[in-house]
């Protein structure tokens, strides 16, 4: 493994976006990035800006008001990247699946590499994700 | 000293000035997390987020931007080169000046709203802490007779004991400098969601990365530049201790206090920065420092 590898791993800047979501898995998402689970000793950090992220962390179903919104985020990361869905209704639209303004999960929209069940997601889990996420780095562009 | 060896150093700094930046902020990182009761990342973190940024695609809103960048890491990098080369102390400066300038510069380039605050801002900051820099190479002057960094050099005796006034104004601008509390007005480095990221929002990828070595060089300058102050007189290694305390006391005041807003940076600068060096200058005309 390069330097390049251990690097990418090692210093993952999440992007956090909320399509829609009850808030529940928004609330969990901030739980992590508290004294108590710490994820800055992972060198994980939560960005505001679409242009430094690499993994992009979207809560909630996506939907028809702000699916542009979501894609267009999505594309103003740089390679290499990784889109994580939390909760179920990002992975599947959960109990709004049939609603009118509802497209169904994340993956309707942007291609998703990891999803994080539950309702609402446990911040464990959500970690979890992320290291599960960085496997996709690790053999970029070999 | 002779050329050979001068040109030796300014080599040897060139290289080691970023690793001494870099751990720097890594330190300051991991302190900065046990002071807000965390674990913090490991040491070498900002040298991870730099490969990671160099590895990742670029993207440029246009070719200014990407020109800035460069510009910015060049002539900070020349400003430390003049400065182990013991040349003038105001053309060091006036380097330094023009290189923290591109960073405004490059994001006023762009459209994006962000981008323009963020440029203000940094201009504000400008505006804040260059009379203190400008301003204070005038009673070391007066000191070592000339502007020369080699003066000072042959001054013979410490500068600490004559001109600590000039030293706690010193210390302001390298608290807006390094962009910490109270005066993080341009770009938090906390809260990494400053309105988007403040001065920097439109660099991404291998131009951050740029920017950022730019920012361990810019500090490794400094805090060297603060060592002047007990550079002869016998106990050189004081010098260094000068340095990495006065980086310390910036870690501290960090932590401990709250950002306050623009208007107040700037009064508080202008008005303790320069009272305080201009009091030093009369001191030293009277013959009481």
Not at chain 1, 10 to 33: M, Q, R, T, V, Y
Not at chain 2, 215 to 234: D, K, P, Q, R
Not at chain 2, 240 to 266: E, K, Q, T, Y
Request: with cysteine; net charge positive; aromatic share 12%.
């Amino acid at each position: 493994m390069g330097l390049l590898s251990i690097s990418r791993a090692k210093s993952p800047w999440l992007l956090h976006f909320d399509c829609g979501s009850c808030n529940g898995c928004d609330i969990e998402i901030l739980a992590a990035l508290t004294p108590l689970y710490d994820v800055e000793r992972f060198g994980i950090l939560n960005m505001g800006n679409p242009k430094h992220a690499d993994v992009l962390l979207v809560t909630g179903p996506a939907n028809w008001r702000n699916y542009r919104v979501l894609r267009n985020l999505y594309e103003q990361m740089p390679d290499p990247k990784a889109v994580i869905a939390v909760g179920t209704c990002g992975c599947t639209g959960g109990v709004f699946h049939n609603c009118p303004n509802i497209i169904g999960g994340i993956d309707k929209v942007i291609p998703v590499d990891v999803y994080v069940p539950g309702c609402a997601a446990r911040p464990e889990a959500i970690i979890d994700a992320v290291v599960l996420a960085l496997e996709k780095f690790k053999g970029y562009g070999k | 000293m002779t050329t050979a060896w001068l040109i030796i150093s300014a080599v040897i700094a060139v290289i080691v000035a970023p690793l001494v930046g870099g751990l720097l902020k890594g330190i300051d990182r991991k302190l900065t997390a046990h002071m807000q009761g965390r674990i913090g990342p490991p040491i070498l973190q900002p040298f991870y987020d730099v490969v990671k940024l160099l590895g990742k695609r670029r993207i440029a809103a246009n070719g200014f931007q990407i020109a800035f960048a460069y510009a910015f890491l060049a002539l900070i990098v020349t400003a430390l080169v003049f400065f182990v080369l013991r040349q003038d102390l105001l053309v060091v400066l006036f380097i330094l000046f023009f290189g923290s300038l591109c960073l405004p510069l490059g994001a006023l380039s762009v459209k994006s709203p962000y981008s323009q605050f963020g440029g203000h801002r940094e201009l504000l900051q400008f505006l804040a802490y260059e009379p203190i820099l400008l301003l204070a190479t005038i009673p070391i002057a007066l000191k070592s007779r000339g502007f020369p960094v080699s003066n000072i050099f042959e001054y013979g005796q410490p500068l600490l004991p004559h001109l600590w006034l000039t030293f706690i104004a010193l210390l302001v601008a390298l608290a807006i400098v390094m962009r910490k509390s109270p005066f993080d007005i341009s770009s938090s480095e906390h809260a990494h969601q400053e309105i988007v990221r403040g001065v920097i929002t439109e660099y991404s990828g291998p131009y951050l990365a740029l920017i950022e070595l730019g920012h361990w060089y810019e500090m490794a300058l400094l805090l060297s530049i603060l060592g002047l102050f007990w550079v002869t007189g016998g106990l050189w290694w004081l010098s260094i201790i000068i340095g990495l305390g006065s980086w310390f006391i910036m870690l501290l005041v960090d932590n401990a206090s709250a950002r306050l807003n623009w208007s107040w940076m700037v009064k508080f600068a202008w008005s303790v920065g320069t009272s305080l060096i201009a009091l030093n200058i009369l001191f030293i005309n009277l013959g009481w420092m």
